[in-house]
């Protein structure tokens, strides 16, 4: 397995560098690469925590962890990345497990929400979530809400 150096952020604490890697990032995959017309920043990034996997300084994976009552009563995972050369290593597992392990250190044991594209279903099955909505449309993207129950 790769070695990956992870990041943890609040959004003051991210340099600019750092911002402006995540955000073309988010933009390079979700608007050209999914031809996904959207508003990529949505005024959330403030309250959220960034985290991240770098090899080679160079972002490989990322997600933007949502506290409660900002996109859904629970926490969220969102804005899930991978870069395409290292789809298929396994990180993606791991940034997940990652993701849900930082939810609970920093919000509690609770449920988790998330918005997945429809196609990823299987994949966020595999990590405990279920889905929870019919099928939607989100910005040309079929999406569907999924949640992680979460025994309390």
């Given at each position: 397995m790769m070695d990956y150096q992870w990041n943890l952020k609040k959004f003051d604490?991210?340099?600019?560098?750092?911002?402006?890697?995540?955000?073309?990032?988010?933009?390079?995959?979700?608007?050209?690469?999914?031809?996904?017309?959207?508003?990529?920043?949505?005024?959330?990034?403030?309250?959220?925590?960034?985290l991240w996997a770098q090899q080679q300084g160079e972002i490989v994976a990322y997600t933007r962890l949502v506290p409660p009552g900002l996109s859904y009563p629970e926490p969220s995972i969102g804005r899930v990345i991978v870069v395409k050369e290292a789809r298929g290593t396994g990180i993606s597992q791991l940034l997940m497990h990652k993701s849900i392990e930082t939810i609970f250190a920093q919000f509690g044991p609770n449920d988790i929400q998330i918005g997945a594209q429809f196609h990823l279903k299987s994949f966020y099955e595999k990590l405990g979530f279920a889905q929870k909505s019919e099928p939607y449309p989100d910005y040309g993207i079929l999406h569907i809400d999924m949640i992680k129950s979460t025994l309390k």
């Open positions: 604490e991210l340099t600019n560098i750092e911002l402006y890697r995540i955000l073309k990032l988010r933009t390079e995959v979700f608007v050209l690469e999914q031809e996904c017309l959207y508003p990529e920043l949505d005024d959330k990034d403030y309250a959220c925590l960034h």
